[in-house]
């Protein structure tokens, strides 16, 4: 079972010294004309002022937002740092850091009147768990709406430099073995994950149940935040860990470990974090949540334009924000993978994508896989009514109404993405998720 959030208390570390970074231009940084930079420049051309202009005032122009330290967290924090939510009528919002998942759910339960925040970047099922009690204090449920996605893949499974050996990749095969010594030795081979039900617990669950290893028999789970990964994998607290970027980069800098795989490998153009409120708050301020969502969606455009992506990592890099190197972030934000093992590639199909491939657009079949893992791991029953949780949940309504009002095109006609496929062959189909509960051999079910 996966240890308690609240349980952990990983060790702090100072971050490591900065890497030189090379003078010369990114070859990416020349990319100036991408498609992502021509929208952008249509949308600003468009709406010089903001899209506040064209619609209704906002109810009020403050939110407190949280992030964690990912790279994934970078909408929010670009749409702060480059005006985009002060033109789009909303300049008193506030983008506080967060020091764990668990610590970003309990402020959203306080809402910004009792000190906590009003919203925030966020794992996609959390609001999910929260909207239904299963991870509230005494289990009292808060609705929350999740009213755009962050980001697709570049998350990571990586791997302490005990097990170099084993060449582990997308298959974890070799590990099974090597746990099953370990645990026959009266050892306990640990892996981490960022929050119980959230991406990354589901990502690692099912990298292991893949390869015939049982996630809750034979492997212990621990939870750690994302900033202290590499800190705990320095001092042996863990044998594996996922979680999102720049800390599995950062790992393979410090020479800790290695990145078996990019979590795009497990899905291809899989969703991730997401950015969700509460929903008294969205209620109470629709103008309001339309336009924190306008000055994301454009945020997400920026962060796309690989002629941003230095300047990104400086920004992230700031004490504000990150605290750690440019040097751990850029380079994976650029698709530039060096998995710390001897592969190197240079342009990974499965870079951070914040805005192309729909990016941006929460597919509310996604949303029904994500729920579909938590029922196969027992974190929701069985009978669960996946369709009308997420109907009560998933405001893509909001995020069109924002896409139109900053004039974006490349929007999806259905709310579904259709029938999903992962690196082991197994389908999902949200139009039957029993189906894809029923063809795998490793679950909490019956």
Known sequence: ????????????????PARSRSSGLSRRTLLK????????????????????AQTAGPETTRAVLGFIALTDA??????????????EGMPDVEVVKQASWGATRDNIVLGSAGAGIDGAHILTPMPYLISSGRV???NVPLPMYILARLNLDAQAFSVASAYRDLGVTIDATPLRARFAEMKAAGGSPTVAVTFPGGTHDLWMRYWLAAAG??????????????????????V???????????????????????????TGELWNRHPEKSFAMRADWVD????????????????????????????????????????????DIVDRLEGIYDYGDGRVVADSPHIMKFWRDNASYPFQSHEKWFLTENIRWGNFAAD?????????????????????????????????RGVETFFDGKTFDPENPAAYLASLSITRLG
């Open 1 to 16: 079972m996966t240890a308690n959030a609240d349980d952990i208390k990983p060790t702090v570390d100072a971050a490591p």
């Open 33 to 52: 004309t991408s498609a992502t930079a021509a929208l952008f420049a249509a949308v600003r051309s468009a709406f010089p002022g903001g899209a506040f």
């Open 74 to 87: 970078s909408p929010l924090i670009i749409a702060l740092d480059k005006g985009f939510f002060a033109e």
């Open 136 to 138: 509230t204090q005494n």
């Open 213 to 234: 290893i049982d996630p809750d028999n034979d492997v212990s789970t621990i939870v750690v935040p994302p900033p202290q990964m590499v800190a705990n994998m320095r």
């Open 236 to 262: 042996n607290t863990m044998d594996a860990f996922c979680v999102g970027e720049p800390w599995n980069e950062q790992l393979v800098d410090e020479g800790i470990g290695y990145t078996a795989a990019n």
């Open 284 to 327: 109470a301020n629709p103008n309001a949540a339309r336009a924190l969502v306008r000055a994301i969606q454009r945020a997400q455009m920026w962060c796309d334009d690989m002629g941003n992506k230095d300047e990104l990592a400086d920004i992230l890099s700031g004490r504000a924000w990150f605290s750690i190197p440019a040097t």
């Open 384 to 416: 669960t009514d996946i369709a009308a949780m997420v109907a009560a949940v998933n405001r893509e309504d909001i995020w069109r109404a924002a896409a139109a009002e900053i004039g974006a095109t490349d929007v999806p006609a259905s709310t579904s």
